[in-house]
């Protein structure tokens, strides 16, 4: 809100051009304008006058690592009750619970 969507400050300059753009506004603006969305995140309801999806609020990789260093596991748990097999494999035998351990050794990760 400070910068707007283009921001020059500091060493890293960038670009967010729906930074101005709350969930609703993007939700309402799909609704608007019947824009079709991934059978993931399922349809866009309206409860209490607030949009809200009925499938996954997000999707992307389900091993990415990098919502883990926010505190925010539910990926990794989703693949790990929907995909047990594809979940150890990753995990176990490609090694990206070892990864991850020696990257989070001051807290205890809960992926199992």
């Known amino acids: 809100m400070k910068s707007g969507c283009n921001s020059f400050v500091g060493q890293r300059h960038k670009s967010t051009p ?3 753009w709350t ?13 079709a969305l991934s059978p993931m ?23 990415c690592p990098v919502p883990i260093a926010h505190g925010d596991n539910t990926e990794m748990e989703y693949a790990r009750k929907r995909y047990p097999k594809m979940y150890d494999t990753i995990m176990k035998t490609h090694g990206l619970l070892d990864m991850l351990n020696k990257v989070n050794k001051d807290r205890q990760l809960s992926l199992f």
């Open 18 to 20: 729906l930074s101005l």
């Open 23 to 35: 969930v609703q506004d993007v939700m309402e603006y799909i609704v608007e304008h019947r824009i």
């Open 41 to 63: 995140y399922g349809d866009i309801v309206k409860v209490d006058g607030k949009y809200m999806l009925t499938g996954c609020a997000r999707t992307g990789c389900m091993f």
